[in-house]
Nanobody, 121 residues
């Protein structure tokens, strides 16, 4: 069993910052890519940022220059530093891990439950 748990969401004023964390736990053999997605009300879930095991990153255009994804492989944790937040960043943010479980060695996508980010004055 593999679990991903996000934390760090909340209410912030426009221009503010938040740092999201996502910790993977359980019977993990290896974690490959990890990423953050978000889903705003009435919209589809979209990729925000992703990072490979080696540290290569990619970002959605709306967050480039404002958000930074990083990971601590020793802690099986991925972070999303969000600066200069805008009201349009308001969404439920999900963490995804591409993980092979210790028990099966099958590579699968695992999702967290989400953490809400609200940007409002």
């Amino acid at each position: 069993q593999v679990q991903l748990v996000e934390s760090g969401g909340g209410l912030v004023q426009p221009g503010g910052s938040l740092r999201l964390s996502c910790a993977a736990s359980g019977r993990i053999f290896s974690i490959y890519a990890m990423g953050w997605y978000r889903q705003a009300p009435g919209k589809q879930r979209e990729l925000v940022a992703a990072i490979t095991k080696g540290g290569s990153t990619n970002y959605a255009d709306p967050v480039k220059g404002r958000f930074t994804i990083s990971r601590d492989n020793a802690k099986n944790t991925v972070y999303l530093q969000m600066n200069s937040l805008k009201p349009e960043d308001t969404a439920l943010y999900y963490c995804k891990g591409v993980i092979s479980a210790d028990t099966t060695r099958v590579v699968m996508d695992y999702w967290g439950q989400g953490t809400r980010v609200t940007v409002s004055s």
